[in-house]
């Protein structure tokens, strides 16, 4: 099988191509290149959006500073709560923490749904940002392809022409 080895990549780069084509409905050499503007387009504006994700979580640093220490506290928090006076220092760190929280307008909870919205929408963004760029890799294989077989055949016409040129004539 290892001897096949280039083969099968082939055959799977033509599959590729074949499904991109199909999916995206492309019969032409103007479609593929409105679908490659597209992609590009695309690719930039989930970049651009991630960028802004990245920023505003950024802003939120300290409150996710917070959360980090208040979450290392959580059990002793939890046991101090259930009548466990040994966490009497522990209890006070968190209530420091948590008026910190709450004079920014926050709660504990409200910081953890705010860094799973951040980190979830980086994800998303991050997804459809590699996905666009898988696209564009079929897409530039495509036209290469295309950009090839176009030479092949200008050459092919200037061969032929060469041809008709040096025959003896009768």
């Not at 990245?54 to 101090?80: G, P, T, V």
């Not at 951040?118 to 897409?139: D, P």
Request: hydrophobic share 30%; net charge negative; proline share 1%.
């Amino acid at each position: 099988a290892w001897k096949y080895k280039d083969d099968i990549r082939k055959m799977h780069k033509i599959q590729e191509q074949y499904l991109f084509l199909v999916n995206h409905d492309i019969e032409s050499v103007e479609e593929l290149q409105s679908k490659s503007q597209m992609l590009t387009q695309e690719k930039k504006a989930c970049s651009n959006e991630k960028s802004k994700m990245y920023r505003a979580k950024k802003k939120c640093e300290e409150l996710f500073e917070i959360r980090d220490s208040m979450k290392e506290l959580y059990e002793r928090e939890q046991a101090y709560q259930n009548g466990d006076e040994f966490f009497q220092e522990e209890h006070e760190l968190w209530s420091k923490y948590e008026e910190q929280l709450k004079a920014q307008g926050y709660s504990f909870e409200e910081v953890i749904k705010l860094q799973e919205h951040y980190n979830g929408e980086i994800t998303r963004l991050r997804k459809l940002e590699l996905e666009a760029q898988k696209e564009l890799r079929v897409v530039e294989s495509l036209v290469k392809e295309l950009d090839e077989v176009e030479r092949e055949m200008e050459l092919k016409k200037e061969q032929e022409k060469k041809e008709v040129r040096t025959q003896p004539t009768r």
